[in-house]
T-cell receptor
Framework: SQQGEEDPQALSIQEGENATMNCSYKTSINNLQWYRQNSGRGLVHLIL?????REKHSGRLRVTLDTSKKSSSLLITASRAADTASYFCATGWMDSSYKLIFGSGTRLLVRP | EAQVTQNPRYLITVTGKKLTVTCSQN?????MSWYRQDPGLGLRQIYY???????DKGDVPEGYKVSRKEKRNFPLILESPSPNQTSLYFC?????????FGPGTRLTVL
């Protein structure tokens, strides 16, 4: 069964606007990661947030994690056409195993 | 250059013909994983490995085998491929944090 579920499934915005994607999960985790995938290519790691962190920034990216609600959000500020891609959250346990479960992704289209 | 390589990148085969997809990383990572990606289903983990000779099942291991005889290599073996294994396959490695993904192998089983 899928652990992470992204919302919305698809998002279309104008260049310069902010894009927000949400991820919900079901069980306890020790980290949550966000990845980007350009069409048919390999995934690229964006950011990792640990279960004891609430917010993390990297350039134009801001990730929040609410473990009480079992949810995370990815905010891309001042979006660019080059941000057009699919974005996936992945929930992980890295104690006795290395099991990562990916959601089905959000397809982001940034219109120039 | 730090990278994960997969071969072949594209493969068309027939039902029942054994095949191996190779995966190699040059970052001395302990963790390696295999995923398949299908439309609407995201990425699903097939197998993962915590270190040499240590492998474990992911969410969809049926029909697949793996081995980890060397730290850098983690081949995916389909002993008797079936059409429902037509998919895009990704190998990934990690030191425990972010995962580095290979470019993908698009497999079609006729």
């Amino acid at each position: 069964s899928q652990q992470g579920e992204e919302d919305p499934q698809a998002l279309s915005i104008q260049e310069g606007e902010n894009a927000t994607m949400n991820c919900s999960y079901k069980t306890s985790i020790n980290n949550l990661q966000w990845y980007r995938q350009n069409s048919g290519r390999g995934l690229v790691h964006l950011i990792l947030i640990r279960s004891n962190e609430r917010e993390k920034h990297s350039g134009r990216l801001r990730v929040t994690l609410d473990t009480s609600k079992k949810s995370s959000s990815l905010l891309i500020t001042a979006s660019r056409a080059a941000d057009t891609a699919s974005y996936f959250c992945a929930t992980g346990w890295m104690d006795s195993s290395y099991k990562l479960i990916f959601g089905s992704g959000t397809r982001l289209l940034v219109r120039p | 250059e730090a990278q994960v390589t997969q071969n072949p990148r594209y493969l068309i085969t027939v039902t029942g013909k054994k095949l191996t997809v190779t995966c190699s990383q040059n970052m001395n990572h302990e963790y390696m994983s295999w995923y398949r990606q299908d439309p609407g289903l995201g990425l699903r983990q097939i197998y993962y490995s915590m270190n040499v000779e240590v492998t474990d099942k992911g969410d969809v291991p049926e029909g697949y085998k793996v081995s980890r005889k060397e730290k850098r290599n983690f081949p995916l073996i389909l002993e008797s491929p079936s059409p429902n294994q037509t998919s895009l396959y990704f190998c990934a490695s990690s030191d425990g944090g972010e995962q580095f993904f290979g470019p993908g192998t698009r497999l079609t089983v006729l």
